[in-house]
């Protein structure tokens, strides 16, 4: 499923977690890896640039963080990145640069490539968003199946089908991915690099690139 290939997703020179991706094929592959790479991240970090706030918690100065929001260790906040009032980082969350998480946003286990977006009412859990993707208000991942198996990647065009052993597995969403408001990514959802998906979508499975999500049997490619 080459689509899904970290190479095919993700410019790595837009994250700080870029050493965390080494020798991995897919993102899924990094989920269980987040919480211990934050941590040896964050002792190696300028204290030029960053502070530590409490445990496990660095938050680049040039950062806003409301005074309302709840913030969880392992946790990096890059530079110029927004954490909005009433944001909640339950931990295991990289934030990157000029990201912002909004209002009554809550982030677990997650990474978040430089300018993304998940400004009004997003829950974001085990997942990866790449590059400047941006999730509309309300739009949410969904990390756990109904019937707790393990979430497989499923692709409808080819039918391959790739077992990832996870019981817990959001979305990975490749860059300048845009989710339309209340959106629902199922468990195993893979959206490729810049490919829109419409409002109120239901999503799952793999995504091609460059593509319109506008329902489950219809997706059509950008001209």
């Given at each position: ?13 837009h ?20 919480s ?9 970090l ?8 409490g ?6 100065k ?14 990096i906040i890059?530079?110029?990145a927004?954490?909005?009032h009433?944001?909640f ?5 990289i934030?990157?640069?000029?990201a912002v ?15 993304v ?7 974001v859990g ?6 400047k ?14 019937d ?8 409808k065009e ?17 860059d ?9 990514l199922?468990?195993g ?35």
């Open positions: 499923m080459e689509q899904c290939k970290i190479e095919n997703m993700y410019d790595l020179s994250t700080i977690a870029a050493e965390l991706f080494a020798g991995a094929v897919y993102p899924w592959e990094l989920l269980g890896k987040i211990d790479f934050i941590t040896a991240l964050g002792e190696r300028d204290p030029a640039v960053y502070e530590k706030r445990e496990q918690i660095w938050v680049a040039s950062a806003e963080v409301a005074p309302t929001a709840c913030l969880n260790g392992p946790l890059d530079e110029d927004q954490i909005r009433c944001a980082v339950r931990g295991s969350a934030v990157g640069k000029g998480v909004g209002n009554s946003t809550e982030l677990k286990n997650v990474i978040l490539f430089d300018g977006q998940v400004p009004h009412y997003n829950y085990d997942s990866i968003l790449g590059y993707s941006h999730m509309g208000a309300g739009s949410i991942t969904s990390n756990v199946k109904s707790k198996t393990l979430v497989a990647v499923k692709d080819s039918g391959e089908q790739i077992e990832t052993g996870l019981k817990k597995f959001g979305a990975m969403l490749g300048f991915v845009e989710v339309g408001c209340n959106s629902v199922n468990p959802t893979v959206v490729g690099r810049n490919t829109n998906i419409y409002p109120l979508s239901m999503v799952r499975g793999a995504v091609a690139a460059n593509a319109v999500y506008k329902k489950g049997n219809e997706v059509v490619k950008k001209y």
